[in-house]
């Protein structure tokens, strides 16, 4: 039996893959144990992983709340500055006390999320084996990949490499606060220093939660990378939801994730789009806490939190933010998606399942109700284009290998 730790953001979108493949790892025996600030214990143990708390004292209680409050109002350079300045708050609070609190708890090998370069620095200086996770997009750079955080398009030019150059020097620009705290714990241990991100991934395996097919053409991937597929079980099912309510139409499911669960303009949209449909709108408010459910046109089926796993089996249609979540679950099930990327990532995978053919994406500046209606209306019919690629892409991610790969990948990793 071994004994894996876990370092990544604590959000939502980031810890529920992790957790997922955590608790596989438990069925085989082993013990998982996140490492996070003390705000994140209950959502930690509520995915039934074991949890150790760092440096208490310097991240005092709400203090998550209130960063995942304040992202969530913020979009586009104002969002982006924001998250690095947690980050790096986050970077330090890793250098600084979880070395102890792994060797305390007697951790073989780590999982880091590529987003918590920290958890990398640590392993290394401690000398234990490490997988990169790749939760979200690969952050691994070429340079016909553009960055991580812009919606362009994938081309073969040189103007596209000419773009990409500047966009990841704007890019450097940005996340350097990082860079430069991860460098002095660095410099401190003899390690050496870390020129880009990638120079943070694991040697030994980076694992990422799509499949080959999704992501944009590369070439310069190492030969540990594994496209294994969207990790995610059946754990959500725990969530209630009233299915006696669902009245056999065509289901339409609709969740901007965890972070716009308090902005209801574009649910109102959403739900106007929607109305007068032979269809039946399923839409989740992505909070678990309570918020007041809003009174939306059309009637539909409103809800705090969803089983997502539970109803994307019976979807015809996902409307979704463009998170990675959402948008891998929905075509393990051969969901097609109208996709209205909202901040962060999302424009990036959104331009990535615009590639793809199994979905339609609308940028929240151009939506309106009169083109999201024509994009659901052009998805709904049961042979429709959108519909066969999702398809395509579901018989995908069934070969790749999914929460089970990932695990044997790992298990590797401890082994050696």
């Known amino acids: 039996m071994s004994h894996f730790g876990i370092f990544c953001p604590p959000v939502t979108g980031h810890v529920n893959p992790l957790a997922a493949l955590g608790r596989t790892l438990a069925g085989r025996g082993h013990r998982v144990t996140i490492f996070q600030v003390a705000d994140f214990e209950s959502k930690v143990r509520s995915e039934e992983l074991e949890f150790v708390s760092l440096g208490a004292e310097h991240f005092p209680p709400g203090s998550l709340a209130q960063s995942i409050e304040k992202l969530a109002t913020l979009s586009g350079v104002k969002a982006l500055k924001y998250a690095v300045e947690c980050e790096r708050r986050m970077s330090h609070l890793i250098l600084e006390f979880a070395p102890a609190a792994i060797c305390a708890a007697g951790i073989h090998a780590l999982l880091v999320d590529q987003n918590e370069p920290a958890g990398a620095t640590v392993a290394e200086h401690l000398r234990l084996p490490f997988a990169s996770i790749c939760s979200s997009l690969p952050l691994n750079r070429e340079p016909l990949i553009p960055p991580p955080f812009v919606g362009w398009a994938w081309q073969d030019s040189q103007w596209a490499r000419l773009r990409n150059k500047i966009g990841y020097a704007v890019s450097d620009h940005f996340i350097s606060p990082i860079q430069e705290i991860l460098n002095q714990y660095r410099r401190r241990w003899s390690l050496p220093r870390l020129r880009t991100p990638d120079d943070s991934f694991s040697r030994l395996a980076q694992l990422a939660q799509m499949p080959k097919e ?59 789009a929607c109305k007068g449909l032979d269809a039946q709108l399923v839409l989740s408010l992505g909070d678990v806490s309570g918020i007041d459910v809003p009174t939306l046109p059309g009637d539909p089926l409103v809800v705090n939190y969803a089983p997502q796993s539970e109803l994307l089996p019976r979807a015809a249609l996902t409307i979704t933010h463009s998170g990675m979540n959402t948008t891998q679950q929905s075509l393990y099930f051969g969901v097609p998606m109208v996709g209205i990327p909202l901040t962060h990532d999302q424009p990036a995978i959104a331009a990535r399942l615009a590639r793809t053919g199994a979905g339609i994406v609308i940028p929240p500046r151009r939506l309106t109700r009169a083109r999201l209606r024509a994009a659901v209306e052009s998805i709904l019919p049961p042979n429709s284009k959108r519909r066969q690629q999702a398809r395509i892409l579901r018989e995908a991610i069934r070969q790749a290998g999914g929460l089970e790969r990932a695990a044997d990948v790992v298990e590797q990793i401890a082994a050696r």
């Open 214 to 272: 999704f992501d944009f053409p590369r070439d310069r991937l190492p030969g540990g990378f594994h496209y294994l597929g969207p990790w995610f079980d059946h754990f959500s099912s725990r969530i209630p939801f009233p299915f006696e309510k669902l009245n056999g139409k065509p289901l339409i499911y609709a969740s901007l994730g965890t972070l716009q669960s308090k902005d209801h303009r574009y649910f109102g949209l959403i739900a106007e």
